[in-house]
C-alpha cells in the first residue's frame, strides 16, 4: 500500500497533540480507518483519523492467516472492515518449551496430594501458552502501535491473547460500543485550540451544563426550581475586582509622599478611589449562566415546563412517570386503530396527541427521550425509525 501522508497545511501543530484525549489511549478503530489513515509529516509513526493524533489502536477480529518465527508471530486479524498485519513477539515461556525436568516431576509426586507449587506454575505455563498460540479461524484481540513497513500498515502488539466467546457475547458487545465511540469521539473534530476570549464564555456554559446534568442524574430528581440548582454553579463565576479600601489608599498616599518628596506639593489632598468598572455583578452572571444552560436542557429535551407560569418549575423528562404513562396510552390506545394497526404510530402523531392530552410544552427532543425510555422498559417497540407501537 502506499502511506499517504497530512498536508502539512491541515496538521495540527504537534505541541497540541496531547490536549486531544485520543492521543494518549488505544483508540478502537476499524481495521478499515486504521488502513486508510494520513500519516503525519512531523513525527513519524503517528496518523491522523480526522484531525485526531493516533499512535495506538485496539483491534479485536478473526485470524485469517499465521506465520511463525523464532521470535514472534505473524497473525492476519480480520474484524469485517479489513485484514491488518500483527506481528506479536513471542515471551520466553513460548520460547522455551521444554518438558518438566524429572526432579521436578519427582517433587511434584511427593507433594502427595498437597498445594504442588511446580505442578500449578507448569499449568500456569501452559494456559499462557495457549492463550498466545492462536490457529485460524480463532478470535484474537491486539494493542499496540501503528507502523509502516515495507510500505504495509501493520500493529506491533504490545499486549495480545485469544478470546474465548463460544457465544458471540464478546464481539456483539465491541460491535455495539464501537458506533457509539464513532460518534461520540472519532468522527467529532478536536478542538486543540480554544480561544481565550471567545470561547471562555462558551466553555462555562458547557460545564455549566453538564454539572446539572450529573446532578439530575445522581440524584434522581423529578422537578426542581431554578433557585434549587443555583448555587451548583457559583464556582463557575469568578468573582469581581474590588476597589481599594481607606487604608490601603492611605498607605499608598504615604509612600509616595516619601518618595516623591515634594513633587506632590499642593496634590495633599486624599485621592479618590476609582470607580469600578461598568460590568454585570455576580448575582447577575450566575442567573445568566443559569438560564442559558436550563435553555440548552430544553432543547435538548432533558427537562421542559409542564406549564409556563412565574411559578419556574422544571420536570426532569425521563423522571417524570406522568408523561411517560401520558404516552405510553397514547401509543397503545392508538395502535389498536386501523390507520396504524400495521406500521405503528409516527413519532409527529403521537407528540401531537400529547400536547392535546397533557401538556403544550412537551418538544419533540423530550418526546424522542421518553419513547427511547419506554421502548428500554419494553413497554414500546419501534416498527421502524419513526413509528412505534405497543406491545
Not at 58 to 71: F, N, P, Q, S
Not at 205 to 211: F, N
Not at 301 to 328: C, F, H, I, P, W
Request: proline fraction near 5%; hydrophobic fraction near 35%; aromatic fraction near 6%.
Amino acid at each position: 500500500m502506499q502511506t499517504a501522508a497530512m498536508d502539512p497545511a491541515e496538521e495540527p501543530p504537534s505541541m497540541l497533540w496531547g490536549l486531544d484525549p485520543v492521543f494518549s489511549a488505544f483508540a478502537r478503530l476499524y481495521i478499515r480507518d486504521i488502513l486508510e489513515m494520513t500519516e503525519s509529516t512531523q513525527v513519524p509513526g503517528i496518523y491522523f483519523y480526522n484531525l485526531h493524533p493516533i499512535s495506538k489502536v485496539d483491534v479485536l477480529g478473526t485470524v485469517v492467516y499465521k506465520r511463525e518465527r523464532e521470535d514472534f508471530f505473524c497473525y492476519g486479524v480480520d474484524d469485517g472492515t479489513g485484514v491488518i498485519n500483527c506481528l506479536c513477539w513471542k515471551s520466553d515461556v513460548l520460547k522455551e518449551e521444554r518438558e518438566p525436568s524429572k526432579s521436578g516431576a519427582q517433587l511434584g509426586a511427593a507433594a502427595q496430594g498437597g498445594f504442588d507449587p511446580v505442578a500449578e506454575l507448569q499449568k500456569l505455563r501452559r494456559a499462557q501458552r495457549t492463550r498466545c498460540r492462536l490457529e485460524i479461524g480463532e478470535l484474537l484481540r491486539v494493542r499496540g502501535p501503528v507502523k509502516t513497513s515495507r510500505q504495509q500498515r501493520e500493529i506491533k502488539a504490545s499486549t495480545y491473547y485469544k478470546v474465548s466467546d463460544s457465544v458471540m457475547a464478546v464481539q456483539i458487545s465491541w460491535m455495539m460500543e464501537a458506533p457509539q465511540l464513532y460518534r461520540q469521539c472519532y468522527d467529532k473534530a478536536p478542538q486543540l485550540e480554544p480561544d481565550a476570549a471567545g470561547d471562555s464564555a462558551v466553555s462555562s456554559l458547557s460545564r455549566a451544563t453538564k454539572i446539572l446534568k450529573d446532578f439530575l442524574k445522581q440524584k434522581s430528581v423529578s422537578r426542581f426550581r431554578p433557585y434549587d440548582v443555583q448555587d451548583l454553579l457559583q464556582p463557575l463565576i469568578s468573582s469581581p475586582p474590588q476597589a481599594a479600601s481607606a487604608d490601603q489608599i492611605d498607605s499608598l498616599r504615604v509612600v509616595s509622599r516619601a518618595g516623591l518628596g515634594q513633587k506632590i506639593g499642593h496634590f495633599d489632598e486624599r485621592p479618590a478611589p476609582q470607580e469600578p468598572v461598568a460590568g454585570p455583578s455576580a448575582c447577575q452572571q450566575l442567573r445568566q449562566l443559569l438560564k442559558e444552560a436550563l435553555q440548552i436542557l430544553q432543547d435538548e429535551g432533558a427537562v421542559y415546563r409542564k406549564v409556563k407560569s412565574q411559578d419556574e418549575v422544571y420536570l426532569v423528562t425521563v423522571q417524570d412517570k406522568d408523561l411517560l404513562v401520558a404516552v405510553k396510552d397514547v401509543i397503545r390506545e392508538d395502535s389498536r386503530r386501523e390507520k396504524y394497526v400495521e406500521k405503528g404510530c409516527h413519532v409527529l402523531h403521537i407528540l401531537s396527541a400529547v400536547r392535546q392530552r397533557y401538556s403544550l410544552n412537551v418538544s419533540r427532543a423530550a418526546l424522542e427521550l421518553v419513547l427511547k425510555t419506554l421502548e428500554c422498559n419494553s413497554d414500546i417497540i419501534s416498527t421502524s425509525d419513526s413509528h412505534y407501537t405497543a406491545i
